[in-house]
């Protein structure tokens, strides 16, 4: 229920009080009254008020430009001119206060009508933030889903490299767990990259091409993931640069930069790293021999 009143006569803080002959404050005051002062104010004059009202709510904002003093309220209202609407105000609520201010009060919606359209459009914004919290859920629940993937095969390749088993072995039990357990339509390394920002993702990927890992192999595209995986901190991508720069596997052969990656690895606790860096020392391989760095 909403109840007009006598909001300019009831501000004690304005200087300027902005009434008509006592009919009201002007910016909320109705056209007719003012284009006719001996128009009585009506149900619909209470209508126009009201509409102002819900422009405020919405805008939160003065009416009438925030004019204050009676000849520029007179002269605005007097020009036909209405309250802009917002950016972001839903098209059924300013339907409903652009009605509440036709010029034709006949055509003005009742207090019903008005209550019956706010609790409709309260309805479905009820409705629709819930349908996006849903949204936003299925998202967050899909992001963990991928990311366990993710976690599953970065797990597989660590048991796998402390038992001591070649990269060959290891893409051998990646593609068996991903025989045995992968049941989305959605292919592994498409899963994968729909976290191209993540690191660990990004390792992936190169690991899927450097091995042939449901894709075609391709040294070339495994070199560039796993340097884009290596400027993001991945310890794996950087000790498998380190190995292709060691052995000139896609790049061309440099030991300082196999030395290099590998001494970036073994910084991250990278156990594998630490040993070919530690093997490095001890051979020369990248930096001058020396037997008490290893």
């Not at 004059?45 to 430009?65: A, H, M, Q, T, Y």
């Not at 009060?105 to 349908?131: G, V, W, Y």
């Not at 290596?230 to 991508?237: E, G, H, V």
């Not at 040993?275 to 020392?281: M, S």
């Amino acid at each position: 229920m909403a109840k007009i009143t006598d909001f300019g006569l009831s501000d004690l803080t304005l200087q300027q009080k902005i009434y008509l002959n006592g009919k009201g404050s002007l910016a909320f005051l109705d056209p007719r009254c003012i284009y006719d002062r001996d128009t009585e104010r009506d149900e619909k004059s209470d209508i126009f008020s009201l509409g102002v009202v819900l422009w405020e709510i919405s805008s939160r904002r003065k009416p009438c430009g925030g004019l204050l003093y009676d000849n520029d309220i007179i002269t605005y209202r007097l020009d036909g001119k209405r309250d802009a609407s917002v950016s972001e105000t839903p098209e059924e609520y300013i339907t409903l206060y652009s009605e509440c201010w036709d010029d034709d009060a006949e055509r003005r919606p009742s207090c019903e009508q008005i209550f019956d359209q706010l609790t409709i459009i309260a309805q479905k914004i009820t409705t629709t933030k819930h349908h996006s919290t849903v949204k936003l859920t299925n998202m967050y629940q899909q992001i963990v889903l991928e990311h366990s993937l993710s976690d599953k095969l970065s797990n597989i390749y660590q048991e796998e490299c402390l038992k001591g088993s070649a990269q060959k072995q290891i893409a051998d039990q990646i593609k068996c767990w991903l025989t045995l357990n992968e049941s989305s339509q959605h292919s592994p390394i498409t899963r994968l990259r729909d976290h191209i920002d993540c690191g660990q993702c990004l390792w992936l990927i190169g690991l899927f091409y450097a091995c042939g890992i449901t894709v075609e192999m391709d040294i070339n595209q495994a070199i560039y993931c796993y340097q884009l995986s290596a400027k993001k901190d991945n310890a794996f991508a950087q000790y498998n640069l380190g190995i292709c720069y060691e052995n000139g596997i896609g790049v061309r052969k440099d030991k300082q930069k196999a030395l290099e990656w590998y001494q970036k690895a073994a910084e991250q606790g990278n156990a594998s790293a630490q040993c070919n860096l530690g093997l490095c020392y001890a051979n020369g391989t990248g930096v001058e021999k020396y037997s008490n760095s290893s």
